[in-house]
């Protein structure tokens, strides 16, 4: 009995040290640049971006950065990535009216080509997002009350401004965060998302890549124009996750993580504690690991019904994803790339 008593408590000790992931891994990114913008193509293939026109790539899970910078955008802060091979990228400048852009390399950066230019100089581009490497949607500030909205169905060779007349109107004083290049989300071939502060704190949803729109409130507080809804993610069509908060007070908030299981008809906000200023949140889209991040909090959870984290760290960092393996990986300021090798469940 003894025996068999002891195995059971060294079984249990081995399946709690399983489900708790090992301390954060620093890499050398080979950049004091700010960082905001990430994208994991594969175990071994990621991307990153941020200032002065700065953007990195990794072909070996991050043991070693190639850093660039888009010629003649030294000026530009590259606050989106989205990418799907070593050689194939989008990046997403942020910034008023002409700073906005969008450019593309087929050749891992070798070359870049400028696909759009924001036309309208009131306008604030903030964050993309792609159904596949042909299909995307841009999201941008409301311009004459209604958010700014570009599509392309042809790898960003002509994108196509998506009629105000489709779109809800914004409320006065609403817009979008481009802190993480994570305020707009897609799923599956038509699904999309996207998420607003300021004002109000709510989630606009497309059925139909943009064609109509529907619009849900939150619970997340709004308490002026540094707060809301900064993330969105999606892990299937009807599981979502939404984070915010307010950036100039980092270290307030019990209301800034939200889940859905209606596609975001509905939304219910997380009991977990800590909470902070949310900048970025990701869902694992083959597991229900949830991991946020922002200036002052880095934490994660295994399933969204659970109502505490399983770890959390004192971390500023800027934006997060998933790596294949179900690990997590984070950029931040001052070249910040972390890693938090979260063992399987």
């Known amino acids: 009995m003894p025996t068999n008593l002891a195995r059971v408590v060294c079984a249990l000790v081995l399946l709690s040290a399983a489900s708790y992931p ?33 953007y990195l790539a990794t072909v070996d899970a991050g043991k070693s950065w190639t850093v660039g910078e888009v010629p003649s955008a030294e000026s530009l802060d590259f ?45 604030f581009l903030d964050c993309m997002a ?34 105000s007349g489709q779109l809800p109107p914004a409320v006065p004083g609403e817009g979008a965060f481009a802190a993480s290049g994570s305020c707009i989300a897609v799923n599956g071939t038509q699904n ?14 497309s059925e139909d890549r943009g064609k109509t729109w529907s619009v849900a409130t939150s619970p997340l507080p709004v308490n002026g124009s540094t707060s809301g809804i900064f993330s969105v993610a999606f892990r299937d069509a009807m599981h979502g996750v939404i984070a915010g908060g307010d950036y100039k007070a980092p270290s307030e908030g019990i209301r800034n993580l939200a889940f859905t299981s209606d596609g975001g008809k509905t939304w219910t906000g997380s009991q977990a504690l800590p909470q902070a200023y949310f900048s970025a949140v990701a869902m694992g889209t083959h597991s229900h690991r949830v991991f946020a991040v922002g200036t002052t909090l880095a934490a994660w959870m295994d399933d969204v019904t659970e109502k505490t984290w399983h770890h959390s760290w004192d971390l500023n960092l800027n934006t997060v994803a998933f790596e294949p393996t179900g690990s997590a ?14 063992s399987h469940k």
């Open 192 to 205: 999309v998302w996207f998420v607003t502060g300021g004002a109000a704190a709510r989630v606009f949803h």
């Open 329 to 342: 990986i984070a950029v931040g300021a001052n070249g910040a790339i972390v890693r938090f090798p979260l």
């Open 130 to 163: 792609f159904w596949d490497r042909d299909h995307g949607i841009v999201l941008g500030d409301p311009v004459d009350a209604k958010f700014v909205l570009f599509t392309t169905v042809d790898g960003g060779r002509h994108w196509k401004k998506i009629s």
């Open 79 to 123: 606050r989106d990535v989205e990418a799907f091979s070593s050689s194939l990228a989008y990046l997403l400048a942020a910034g008023p009216g002409e700073q906005s852009r969008i450019y593309k390399t087929d050749n891992s950066g070798k070359h870049w080509t400028l696909q759009l230019t924001n036309p309208d100089p009131q306008g």
């Open 22 to 54: 090992q301390e954060p891994i620093t890499l050398t990114s080979g950049t004091k640049e700010t960082l905001r913008g990430l994208s994991v193509v594969s175990p071994t293939t990621m991307w990153a971006s941020g200032t002065h026109g700065t």
